[in-house]
C-alpha cells in the first residue's frame, strides 16, 4: 500500500456531552432542569439516592462548580489501533473508552464496564411531567474521521451495542438508549420521558469495512438533551 504514513490504523473518537438491568427510574418533579453525562462526570456529594437522603434524595444533591467548567471541558476518548492485517477486513474493532468513571450518579452502582461509555440523563419538570419527553442527539463534528494528511474514515463505519449492569444482566430492546449506528449528521437517539432517570452503557466499535491509508484518524461527537 504506497503513500502509508505508519504500520497501523489508529482511530480515536472524543464523546462530548452539551449543555442492575437496563435502567429508567421515576424522580421526583422538580424546577426545570436537565442533566446528561457521556462517559466520566462528577457530582457534589453523594449520588442522588443514598440512605442519608432517604426522605429527600433531592436535598442538596448539586452539580460540582455548578457543572458548567466540567460539561464544557470533559471529554471522553474512545480508541482502537488496527495492525496492517486487520486494515479493512470486515471484522469489527471495538474503540476502548478511557473513562474511569463507571458507577451511575443515581446510586452509585457499578453500572458500566471498563471501555465502555455511561449515557445517562434526564430531564425535570413540576408535577409528573404527564407523557412529555424530551430527545437525546448525537452529531459529529464533521462528517468523518480526519488524519489530518487529506485522508478520511465516515462515521458511518462507527456503531455501537448498549447494555445495562455491569454484571452481564439486561437486554438490549429493554435499553433507553438502542443500539446504533452515527450518521453523517445529526440524529435523534433516544427520547427520555421526563421525570424519569435513564441510562445505559454503549460499546463503541470501528466497522472496518474499508481499505483506508495508515494512519491516526480523530473525531468528535457531541451529545445533546434537547428540551422544547
Not at 505508519?6 to 449543555?19: G, I, K, N, R, Y
Not at 489501533?81 to 443515581?106: C, E, F, K, M
Amino acid at each position: 500500500m504506497p503513500g502509508l504514513r505508519s504500520h497501523a490504523l489508529a482511530l480515536c473518537l472524543l464523546l462530548a456531552a452539551c449543555p442492575a438491568y437496563a435502567f429508567k427510574v421515576e424522580i421526583k418533579g422538580a424546577n426545570v432542569s436537565a442533566y446528561l453525562r457521556v462517559g466520566d462526570g462528577r457530582i457534589q456529594g453523594a449520588p442522588y439516592t443514598t440512605s442519608t437522603r432517604a426522605q429527600d434524595p433531592d436535598s442538596q444533591w448539586v452539580f460540582k462548580d455548578k457543572d458548567l467548567p466540567i460539561r464544557v471541558a470533559q471529554r471522553t476518548r474512545a480508541s482502537a489501533t488496527l495492525t496492517p492485517s486487520q486494515i479493512g477486513n470486515g471484522v469489527p474493532v471495538p474503540l476502548v473508552s478511557d473513562a474511569t468513571d463507571l458507577r451511575s450518579h443515581y446510586d452509585d452502582f457499578l453500572f458500566c464496564r471498563p471501555g465502555e461509555v455511561y449515557v445517562g440523563g434526564f430531564s425535570r419538570r413540576p408535577g409528573n411531567g404527564g407523557t412529555d419527553s424530551v430527545s437525546l442527539e448525537v452529531e459529529p463534528d464533521t462528517g468523518t474521521l480526519s488524519d489530518g494528511n487529506g485522508n478520511h474514515i465516515p462515521f458511518t463505519e462507527i456503531s455501537w451495542t448498549t447494555r445495562g449492569n455491569a454484571s452481564g444482566g439486561g437486554n438490549e430492546a429493554s435499553q433507553p438508549i438502542l443500539s446504533g449506528r452515527f450518521s453523517a449528521g445529526r440524529q435523534t437517539v433516544a427520547s427520555f420521558q421526563v421525570n424519569w432517570w435513564h441510562e445505559s452503557c454503549h460499546q463503541f466499535y470501528y466497522l472496518n469495512s474499508q481499505v483506508v491509508a495508515a494512519g491516526e484518524y480523530n473525531g468528535t461527537v457531541t451529545y445533546t438533551l434537547s428540551v422544547p
